[in-house]
């Protein structure tokens, strides 16, 4: 069988954060987890329609349509982080949106890989904050694979994805190690072997968050996000897939 695989979803998926490709496109876990894929089955099919800042409801309207056409058999998806991030957010509803995704991709046998958030209060005060919200997100990911056969893999406390070198400086986007760790904990969930250490945090110890630290952060990249929610703006508005179409990769 040749894995027909799409990636639905939203910054993480577009791998903002990450190394990009030489040609400035943005690289990411997903593309990093086809490539890997590629090398252990000879090669796959891959598109990647993700595109930052998309809300699960965008998600759905906007992507899904195309992922369906593609005939695929693997779909991953990320979504709600950016509702739930919102004020006023409602999980509950965030969490019924993400069902409407995946119900008609399992209806068609397609096997579904839902990537819940990381532990965001490791990272920041706002991540403290905000702690429940994405809590009740990722307590509805994985309810909704259990009751569709989807896939959620877990991801352990005190792993990588809470240590800040595994983050871009906004804290917000993984960097390129945790990009290729998420890409590591997706394989090996899908018997890609070669993978089993993917949680395990570099040596050494993060560096030290003092106030000097955390105000410039504030600063440079917390008070300019909390004005794009404030007016309503996206950092996707106007842009289209970087992969909107499937496309053969080969071992190597």
């Not at 990647?48 to 409801?57: D, I, M, Q, S």
């Not at 957010?89 to 990381?118: C, D, F, K, Y």
């Not at 992969?243 to 071992?251: F, V």
């Amino acid at each position: 069988m040749t894995y027909r695989y799409v990636a639905l979803g939203d910054s993480l998926s577009e791998g903002i954060g990450d190394t990009p490709w030489p040609d400035g496109r943005a690289r990411g876990w997903a593309d990093r987890l086809a490539q890997k894929m590629a090398n252990h089955h000879g090669e796959i099919l891959y598109a990647n329609l993700a595109v930052r800042g998309k809300r699960a409801e965008e998600v759905l309207t906007e992507q899904l349509e195309s992922a369906l056409a593609f005939l695929p058999n693997l779909v991953s998806v990320t979504a709600g982080v950016n509702d739930v991030l919102r004020p006023g957010a409602n999980p509950e509803a965030v969490v019924a949106t993400l069902g409407r995704i995946v119900r008609p991709l399992r209806a068609r046998q397609i096997e579904v890989l839902l990537i819940s958030a990381p532990d965001l209060a490791a990272l920041s005060i706002p991540g403290r904050l905000l702690a429940r919200r994405v809590s009740a997100l990722n307590t509805g990911i994985a309810a909704i694979a259990r009751r569709y056969g989807a896939q959620a893999p877990t991801l352990p406390a005190g792993s990588v994805f809470e240590d800040l070198r595994a983050w871009s400086p906004d804290r917000l986007h993984l960097n390129a190690l945790g990009h290729e760790r998420l890409a590591c904990c997706v394989a090996s969930n899908l018997a890609v072997p070669g993978y089993e250490d993917w949680a395990q945090r570099p040596p050494g110890l993060p560096p030290r968050r003092g106030i000097a630290t955390e105000t410039r952060w504030a600063i440079g990249y917390l008070a300019p996000w909390i004005g794009r929610r404030i007016r309503g703006v996206s950092s996707g508005d106007g842009r289209l897939a970087k992969m909107p179409t499937l496309n053969c990769l080969k071992a190597g």
